[in-house]
């Protein structure tokens, strides 16, 4: 390369570098001090980017690098922040690309030049970017865990389906005979005893009432009703070729079933611990409506850094709850944020929802909003929006938030939905 670097774009750092990270390789740019801009390619292995770092560990002396790279996880920013002497800026796949386009309007794209746009960025943006800064281990751990427990609960909601739908292909009657989820253990204790008709058919009567007894049917008027539906069905098909092939496609989402249940049960135990040991747990554990589920959840969206936005607008914004606004000439519009971290968006308008129901100025909002015929999920994210507000001053305060006491703020301010909120808070404590 023939670019010759220029020490003011070093400032605090002994080099700069864009690493584009691929599967098989990933391509750097560097610029140290003194020396051209050069251009290389590591081939992917755990020995061969520790052996990378260790060179340029020496030959930067162990100053500080700082490295611009596509990722704010995964496994590249793992190992490059085990180096306290680098200093890692991460960079949303939007900025790098809407970068490359401005000066390759034909949309090429090859992992050098990209490497060269992260490095760019670095080289004239820096005081725009925002170094990647870690949580307390007991956090980063606790983040982990909870999106892990998604994941699975996510693909649980998808095998669901996939039985939903077999089912329907052959067997429709299981599934009202099973219950709304399938997921249970009386639907998979079913499925897995009788996954045809013709097999609870042959089943006694007693043998079947004492089936849900055991799983909890307690009501002999349901017990009866799905007997009966039982003994007045008929086979949907007799074609082997449809139900012979569906039963084996049953048994196989059935296991998996029965296996996601133990596992997201494990990842349940081991949030509930976490979150007991966390030392900011008590801002976050007696939110109305929050739960064993989503308690834990908000306290790593929030997490310990506290100097990590400068207001409670800069959360709301990276967290996706500010909307956009967007003007040109005399047209105004505004809209979705479109990038944003996903599941701490979804956490916060999930948690929105539920406060509708357990607190009472946010289901006096909720009402006096769809009195206005303003949509569900539009109500939800302004609420969320409002939470933020408020939880911004008790996580910069480290107290925890009291209902009476923001009950009391609205009447003083006069809220239009004050005293909706007070009757609310009346019928919820009676």
């Known amino acids: 390369m023939k670019n010759q670097s220029s020490d003011a774009t070093l400032t605090g750092f002994a080099a700069l570098i864009g690493l584009d990270w691929g599967h098989g390789a990933h391509a750097i740019a560097l610029e140290i001090s003194g020396a051209n801009t050069e251009t290389s390619t590591l081939e992917h292995s755990a020995e061969n980017l520790h052996q990378w770092l260790d060179q340029l560990e020496k030959r930067c002396g162990g100053r500080p690098v700082a490295v611009a790279i596509e990722a704010s996880k995964g496994a590249a920013v793992y190992a490059l922040l085990e180096r306290p002497w680098i200093t890692v800026y991460p960079i949303h796949p ?3 690309t809407r970068t490359r386009a401005a000066f390759r309007p034909s949309g090429a794209k090859d992992d050098t030049p990209d490497a060269l746009v992260l490095l760019s960025l670095l080289q004239h943006h820096r005081d725009r970017l925002r170094p990647l800064q870690l949580d307390d281990e007991a956090t980063r751990t606790l983040a982990r865990l909870v999106e892990a427990r998604r994941k699975a609960v996510d693909r649980r909601t998808l095998l669901s389906n996939q039985l939903q739908s077999t089912l329907r292909d052959y067997f429709p009657q299981a599934l009202e005979l099973v219950g709304d989820n399938l997921a249970a253990p009386l639907a998979l204790d079913f499925l897995e005893r009788w996954p045809r008709l013709t097999d609870v058919q042959a089943a006694r009567n007693a043998t079947l009432k004492s089936f849900y007894q055991r799983h909890n049917v307690r009501r002999p008027e349901l017990i009866e009703s799905r007997v009966q539906r039982i003994r007045s069905a008929r086979l949907l098909t007799r074609d082997a070729a449809v139900t012979e092939v569906a039963v084996r496609t049953v048994r196989l989402l059935v296991a998996e079933l029965r296996v996601l249940q133990e596992h997201i049960a494990a ?9 007991a040991a966390h030392p900011e747990k008590n801002l976050f554990r007696e939110l109305p409506g929050a739960g064993a589920v989503l308690a834990p959840r908000l306290l790593v969206a929030f997490g310990t850094l506290r100097d990590r936005f400068a207001d409670a607008g800069a959360m709301q914004r990276y967290f996706g709850v500010a909307p956009v606004t967007e003007k040109s000439g005399g047209r105004v519009w505004v809209h979705w944020r ?16 539920q406060t509708v129901v357990y607190c009472p100025w946010a289901k006096a909002y909720y009402e006096q909003q769809r009195g206005k015929r303003v949509g569900h999920w539009a109500i939800l994210r302004a609420l969320a929006f409002k939470w933020l507000r408020i939880l911004w001053r008790c996580w910069q305060k480290s107290e925890a938030y009291e209902e009476e006491k923001y009950l009391r703020q609205l009447e003083q301010r006069r809220s239009p939905i004050a005293a909706l909120a007070r009757q609310f808070a009346k019928q919820m404590a009676s």
């Open 94 to 96: 939007a900025t790098s």
């Open 267 to 275: 990842f349940e135990t081991a949030i509930a611990q976490a979150f």
């Open 338 to 353: 479109w990038n944003a971290p996903v599941f701490v968006r979804q956490t916060l308008v999930e948690w929105a929802g």
